[in-house]
């Protein structure tokens, strides 16, 4: 199973960016998927994350402003960030989780300007 995540790059506070993660080597449909970040000195936390089925559950400092979804005919998974703030900047990684283990695609840097 590989994770390619993409999309990442320097934009200025209250812009947007949508970050990609192919998928590949899986049965994708029936997993889970998620977007965590970590920024320097801190633990990866979650930001957003979609079931199988599309349910989605979000970070409290990214609801409202940041939109997971998944197109399973594509193998991807997406992040669309709104309303950016520098404190969202990060290395953005994804992560398929299946039952027995985590796949984890390499990340991809966010950086926000103020």
């Known amino acids: 199973v590989q994770l390619q995540a993409s999309g990442g790059g320097l934009v200025q506070a209250g812009g947007s960016l949508r970050l990609s993660c192919k998928v590949s080597g899986s049965a994708f449909s029936v997993h889970a998927l998620g977007w965590y970040r970590q920024a320097p000195g801190k633990q990866r936390d979650l930001v957003a994350g979609i079931t199988s089925s599309g349910a989605t559950n979000y970070g409290d400092s990214v609801k409202g402003r940041f939109t997971i979804s998944r197109d399973n005919a594509k193998n991807t998974v997406y992040l669309q960030m709104n309303s950016l703030k520098p404190e969202d900047a990060a290395v953005y990684y994804c992560?398929?989780?299946?039952?027995?283990?985590?796949?984890w695609g390499q990340g991809t840097l966010v950086t926000v300007s103020s």
């Open positions: 992560k398929l989780a299946t039952m027995t283990f985590d796949y």
